[in-house]
């Protein structure tokens, strides 16, 4: 029995196969998000790149309000379509997490400076697999509520028992388990409820079925890599989709840098583009 399936039956519903959604070395301190100007890490021109990678059932499009608030000083802004999301055909049995992964290091290495390399939710696995991959790239790691996991971790593993995360109950799974979609209620009520109708009806008219199998690979990272790279985490204090309780709770059983706070739902790039623009131009 795969481990999607063994979800499914284990919350005894079909819709909860989508739990999708190590020892401490140092535990996260607050911050304010407008904490420093400019970002410390900045090159000598005062300028940043920054890789955007977002999250399950949503793609590149996503960051279209954050990145020119943040190519307005003359920042580098990357927003890329992982396989299978936003325009991308891949075919959803040849997205994997490895696959993601490797479309993220074709932009850090297309890049013209070491990046703030950001995740959203799902994107958390994506980007710590990506640095595993080119630490002296990365810049900082930042993990807007997004899973940060520890080697050898899965999304199912850590999100099934998080019983804030409502979206649960709006998630389904296809008959031959290789795609995860969503119920009717599912943006307005879990993914964003403090989305606006209009940002509502995009986030719908955007939704693709989404790959099941990354959910159940375990991350592969290492303290000499992943572990070098310097990192934020930008929790959501409303977030339905991953609990704040759930965030807490990864962010402090592993090292960070600091953790800015977000008076938002699961998607404050929609919702706060300008506080989530302002925390990344401070680091």
Request: glycine share 8%; hydrophobic share 40%; proline share 5%.
């Amino acid at each position: 029995m795969n481990g999607l399936l063994h979800t499914v039956l284990r919350f005894g519903t079909m819709i909860t196969a989508t739990a999708l959604m190590s020892s401490a070395l140092l535990a996260c301190g607050g911050s304010d998000a407008n904490e420093g100007t400019g970002g410390a890490g900045a090159g000598p021109d005062g300028k940043n790149t920054y890789v955007l990678v977002h999250g399950a059932f949503v793609g590149g499009w996503a960051w279209d309000r954050v990145v020119p608030l943040l190519e307005a000083d003359g920042s580098e802004v990357i927003a890329l379509d992982l396989p299978a999301h936003g325009e991308d055909q891949t075919p959803l049995a040849d997205a994997s997490l490895q696959a993601y992964a490797d479309a993220v290091v074709e932009a850090i290495d297309g890049a013209s400076r070491p990046v703030i390399l950001v995740g959203h939710s799902m994107g958390g696995i994506v980007v710590s697999q990506a640095a595993e991959q080119r630490p002296e790239k990365v810049k900082t790691l930042v993990y807007l509520t997004a899973f940060l996991l520890n080697d050898g971790q899965s999304l199912n593993e850590e999100w099934a028992d998080d019983e804030g995360a409502e979206i649960k109950t709006y998630a389904s799974v296809s008959e031959d388990m290789s795609a995860l979609t969503f119920k009717e209620g599912w943006a307005e009520n879990a993914f964003c409820q403090d989305c606006s109708p209009e940002d509502i009806e995009r986030l719908e008219s955007h939704l693709r079925e989404e790959p099941a199998k990354p959910f159940g690979e375990p991350i592969h990272v290492t303290e000499e890599r992943w572990g070098s790279v310097r990192r934020v985490y930008i929790e959501a204090l409303k977030d339905l989709a991953i609990s704040p309780a759930e965030q807490k709770s990864q962010y402090t059983a592993l090292p960070c840098d600091k953790v800015i706070s977000i008076d938002a739902g699961h998607a404050p790039f929609l919702t706060k583009p300008q506080e989530v623009a302002d925390a990344l131009k401070s680091l």
